[in-house]
């Protein structure tokens, strides 16, 4: 167990839709980073947050946003989503005891655009 | 931008034979991260390096990297069916954000009972 959770686990929605997805840090870390990984596919980063601020953004769509709020947790909000959005999302965190750069992915939450 | 290339994209080798995946950079890297991710799983640190030429070892797992920190590579031992995975490397950029890592697209490996 990493220590970040992430809801919900899985998630089935219809095109056009918008959901919101949660992350909770590691206790102690700062830093939130939110990861797409379709199929058979690697780890593409989306964005980065630290201590509540943006701090580097990926290849994120327009129709994604992210935020970090003052306890932390973060959340990310797909909408107007297309069936290419279909694919694991992880969020992961750092810079607590395992060292600022070292980072801890949660189980992801898989979603189905139908 | 910044990549980081990792390479085979897929390796199948019998149990008891070795593996190796490797990582490269155009530039300079800080720092060079390995995860592994099991089948349905998150990815999980491995070991991070940070000096030029540094090797380190975890029971039959053995990190490189390179001397000019623009290369790495992960070498298992004697596979075991626990090994199955995929394996992806992270390098950090001193030019990007401090805690950033840009991932390899990862080797999937397949052992064979």
């Known amino acids: 167990d990493s220590g970040v959770t992430q809801t919900p686990k899985h998630l089935i929605t219809a095109t056009g839709q918008r959901v919101t997805l949660r992350c909770s840090p590691r206790?102690?870390?700062?830093?939130v980073y939110w990861y797409q990984q379709s199929l058979d596919q690697g780890l593409q980063f989306l964005i980065h947050?630290?201590?509540?601020?943006?701090?580097a953004k990926g290849n994120i769509l327009e129709r994604f946003s992210a935020q970090q709020f003052p306890d932390l947790h973060s959340e990310l909000n797909l909408s107007s989503l297309e069936l290419g959005d279909s694919a694991l999302y992880f969020c992961?965190?750092?810079?607590?005891?395992?060292?600022?750069?070292?980072?801890?992915f949660g189980p992801g939450t898989r979603l189905t655009v139908l | 931008g910044q990549q980081v290339m990792q390479i085979p994209q897929y390796q199948h080798v019998q149990e008891g034979e070795d593996f190796t995946t490797y990582c490269n950079s155009s530039?300079?890297?800080?720092?060079i991260q390995w995860y592994k991710q099991r089948p349905g799983g998150h990815p999980v640190f491995l070991i991070q390096l940070v000096k030029s030429g540094e090797v380190k070892k975890q029971k039959r797992l053995t990190f490189q990297f390179g001397e000019a920190k623009k290369n790495s590579s992960l070498h298992i031992t004697a596979t075991q069916t626990t090994d199955v995975g995929t394996y992806f490397c992270a390098g950090g950029f001193s030019s990007g954000s401090a805690r950033q890592l840009t991932f390899g697209s990862g080797t999937q490996l397949t052992v064979l009972p």
């Open positions: 530039t300079t890297l800080s720092n």
């Open positions: 947050y630290y201590n509540g601020e943006e701090r």
């Open positions: 992961a965190s750092s810079g607590g005891a395992g060292g600022p750069n070292t980072q801890y």
């Open positions: 206790s102690g870390d700062l830093s």
